[in-house]
C-alpha cells in the first residue's frame, strides 16, 4: 500500500490546504509498506554500525542516514561521508564544521562516531529522531512529486525554525540560509529579490536580506522569525510571488533541482 500526497489545488490555497491536513497526511504516509521495510531495515541493522566505515559500507543504511538529514545526492560519496562522520563536532577545524551546510554538521554530531561517548547508534531516542527525520525527508519528496513549490515550502519552514533555534550569530544564520541553495531560493522568492543578487557582495547580501526581512515581517533577524506569525507571512509572500506563471517557472522549477541536488558539494558544501 503506498499513499500519495493529496493536495487538490495549486499556490496559496493549495499550500493552507495542506498545512490543515498535514498530520494526517504525515500518518497515512508513514504507513506506506515500502516505507515500512525500509525503516525496519534500519532499526534491525544501525546498531551493528559501531563505526563510520560500517555505516558507509552497508548502502541501504547509509542511504537511509543522508536521507534523513536531506544529503542523499551524496550516497554514492562514500569516502566523503566517512571523512564528515569521522569529525570530531567539538572540533573547529573538522570537516563537518568547515562546510557551509550545517546538516552535515548535524549530520555527524547526531551519529557521534568521533564524539565523547560516541557511537549513538545503539541509543534508542537517538535511532528515533534519525527515523522522524527519514519519514519528513521522505514525506517531502513525496509532496514534490504532487507539487514542488509545497516541497519547497515544507523545506523552508523546517530548515528556517532549525537555523533559528540554533546557537550562532544572527549574521551566522543568515549565511546558513544562504550556504543552503533551496533556502537561497526560497528567500529570494519570498522577499522579491532578483536572481542576480548573489552576485552582489556578500555584506551587501546581509543587509538587503535584513532590510527586506524587516519591511515584510517586522524582523530582521531569523532568530525573530517565529514572533507574530513572521514565517507565516513569508510562506505567504512566497507562494504569492511564484504563483504568477513565468515565477513559478523560474523559482519552483530551479528551487526543486536545487533540493534534489542539496547534497551537491558544488553548491551547498564549499568551505567557509
Given at each position: 500500500?503506498?499513499?500519495?500526497?493529496?493536495?487538490?489545488?495549486?499556490?496559496?490555497?493549495?499550500?493552507?490546504?495542506?498545512?490543515?491536513?498535514?498530520?494526517?497526511?504525515?500518518?497515512?504516509?508513514?504507513?506506506?509498506?515500502?516505507?515500512?521495510?525500509?525503516?525496519?531495515?534500519?532499526?534491525?541493522?544501525?546498531?551493528?554500525?559501531?563505526?563510520?566505515e560500517?555505516?558507509?559500507?552497508?548502502?541501504?543504511?547509509?542511504?537511509?542516514?543522508?536521507?534523513?538529514?536531506?544529503?542523499?545526492?551524496?550516497?554514492?560519496?562514500?569516502?566523503?561521508?566517512?571523512?564528515?562522520?569521522?569529525?570530531?563536532?567539538?572540533?573547529?577545524?573538522?570537516?563537518?564544521?568547515?562546510?557551509?551546510?550545517?546538516?552535515?554538521?548535524?549530520?555527524a554530531?547526531?551519529?557521534?562516531?568521533?564524539?565523547?561517548?560516541?557511537?549513538?547508534?545503539?541509543?534508542?531516542?537517538?535511532?528515533?529522531?534519525?527515523?522522524?527525520?527519514w519519514?519528513?525527508?521522505?514525506?517531502?519528496?513525496?509532496?514534490g512529486?504532487?507539487?514542488?513549490?509545497?516541497?519547497?515550502a515544507?523545506?523552508?519552514?523546517?530548515?528556517?525554525?532549525?537555523?533559528?533555534?540554533?546557537p550562532?550569530?544572527?549574521?551566522?544564520?543568515?549565511?546558513?540560509?544562504?550556504?543552503?541553495?533551496?533556502?537561497?531560493?526560497?528567500?529570494?522568492?519570498?522577499?522579491?529579490?532578483?536572481?542576480?543578487?548573489?552576485?552582489?557582495?556578500?555584506?551587501?547580501?546581509?543587509?538587503?536580506?535584513?532590510?527586506?526581512?524587516?519591511?515584510?515581517?517586522?524582523?530582521?533577524?531569523?532568530?525573530?522569525?517565529?514572533?507574530?506569525?513572521?514565517?507565516?507571512?513569508?510562506?505567504?509572500?512566497?507562494?504569492?510571488?511564484?504563483?504568477?506563471?513565468?515565477?513559478?517557472?523560474?523559482?519552483?522549477?530551479?528551487?526543486?533541482?536545487?533540493?534534489?541536488?542539496?547534497?551537491?558539494?558544488?553548491?551547498?558544501?564549499?568551505?567557509?
Amino acid at each position: 500500500m503506498t499513499f500519495n500526497p493529496v493536495i487538490p489545488l495549486g499556490g496559496l490555497q493549495g499550500w493552507r490546504f495542506l498545512d490543515r491536513t498535514l498530520e494526517t497526511q504525515k500518518t497515512a504516509f508513514a504507513r506506506s509498506t515500502s516505507l515500512a521495510r525500509e525503516e525496519a531495515y534500519f532499526r534491525e541493522n544501525i546498531g551493528k554500525a559501531r563505526t563510520a566505515e560500517a555505516l558507509v559500507a552497508d548502502r541501504r543504511l547509509l542511504s537511509f542516514a543522508l536521507d534523513a538529514f536531506g544529503l542523499g545526492a551524496d550516497v554514492n560519496s562514500r569516502a566523503f561521508v566517512r571523512k564528515v562522520l569521522e569529525s570530531a563536532t567539538g572540533d573547529g577545524s573538522a570537516l563537518a564544521n568547515r562546510l557551509a551546510d550545517q546538516r552535515y554538521r548535524d549530520f555527524a554530531r547526531t551519529f557521534g562516531f568521533a564524539d565523547p561517548g560516541g557511537p549513538r547508534t545503539t541509543v534508542g531516542a537517538t535511532v528515533d529522531r534519525i527515523v522522524s527525520f527519514w519519514r519528513e525527508e521522505r514525506f517531502e519528496t513525496a509532496v514534490g512529486d504532487v507539487d514542488p513549490g509545497m516541497r519547497i515550502a515544507l523545506n523552508a519552514r523546517q530548515e528556517i525554525a532549525r537555523i533559528a533555534a540554533a546557537p550562532n550569530t544572527d549574521d551566522g544564520r543568515w549565511l546558513a540560509v544562504l550556504g543552503s541553495a533551496p533556502l537561497r531560493e526560497f528567500m529570494q522568492t519570498a522577499l522579491g529579490l532578483p536572481r542576480a543578487f548573489g552576485s552582489i557582495d556578500l555584506d551587501q547580501q546581509l543587509v538587503t536580506l535584513r532590510r527586506r526581512a524587516g519591511s515584510l515581517l517586522g524582523q530582521e533577524e531569523i532568530s525573530g522569525f517565529a514572533a507574530a506569525g513572521a514565517m507565516d507571512k513569508l510562506l505567504r509572500n512566497y507562494f504569492v510571488r511564484s504563483e504568477a506563471p513565468a515565477a513559478a517557472s523560474r523559482s519552483q522549477g530551479a528551487a526543486l533541482t536545487l533540493l534534489s541536488q542539496a547534497a551537491s558539494r558544488g553548491s551547498l558544501s564549499r568551505l567557509i
